[in-house]
């Protein structure tokens, strides 16, 4: 399983509130990944990660911003969150130069 | 843009070949096909990935036509538990991310 794990894994939230969620890695890979899934969207990648400190925007970055000051975490920032961000956010790891992505457990964020 | 066509749907018997077709006429020489399936709840699991030939691992078998326009993975002895959404993704080069469409929801089926 790559050894991701995510948290919370569940959160309930309100509108206008500061969420941070959190990636993190055991192997030491250099790029991870945050996706959201919503029904009738597929997962759509939110930003990128390709090392410490290095990261990209991904194709439904506004509202989000991350963080990764450390190999093995990385961390989506909701700066103030509204009710178009409910949705089940997963991580993902890719493995060497073949692009294959391992994914995390996911957290599901509701915002009231 | 390298776009897949899967059908939404398909149901496979229990014990037997479960054949997961996929069209993606417009991809490019140095572009890789990758499958991806999602259980319910679960995040996308990663199956198996080719460029030109065929590949098996311990999961799946991918078979690519010559012309490279179309796929389909094969999971030979489908069980209840392969029930899930399947992704083909053709990614892009210099794409850092793989482009999840709908998928193909495979129900297997005592």
């Known amino acids: 399983d790559a050894g991701i794990t995510q948290s919370p894994r569940h959160k309930v939230t309100e509108t206008g509130t500061p969420v941070t969620l959190r990636c993190h890695q055991t192997e030491n890979h250099r790029y991870m990944y945050w996706y959201r899934q919503d029904p009738g969207h597929g997962l759509r990648l939110i930003h990128y990660s390709y090392g410490v400190k290095d990261t990209d925007k991904g194709e439904v970055s506004d509202g989000y911003s991350v963080s990764r000051s450390k190999t093995e975490d990385f961390l989506l920032t909701l700066e103030s969150a509204t009710s178009s961000q409910t949705s089940v956010y997963f991580c993902a790891i890719r493995l060497g130069l073949a692009y294959e992505q391992y994914f995390g457990p996911g957290t599901r964020l509701t915002v009231t | 843009d390298a776009k897949t066509t899967q059908p939404p749907s398909m149901d496979c018997a229990e014990g037997r070949a479960a054949n997961l077709p996929c069209n993606h006429s417009t991809i490019s020489g140095n572009e890789y096909v990758y499958w991806y399936r999602q259980i319910h709840s679960q995040g996308p699991q990663y199956i198996i990935h080719?460029?030109?030939n065929n590949e098996t691992n311990e999961m799946a078998s991918l078979i690519i036509t010559e012309d490279r326009k179309s796929s389909t993975l094969i999971l030979p002895h489908a069980t209840l538990r392969d029930t899930a959404v399947y992704y083909c993704i053709v990614r892009e080069e210099g794409n850092n991310d793989m482009r999840f469409g709908a998928g193909t929801r495979l129900t297997v089926k005592p």
């Open positions: 080719g460029l030109k």
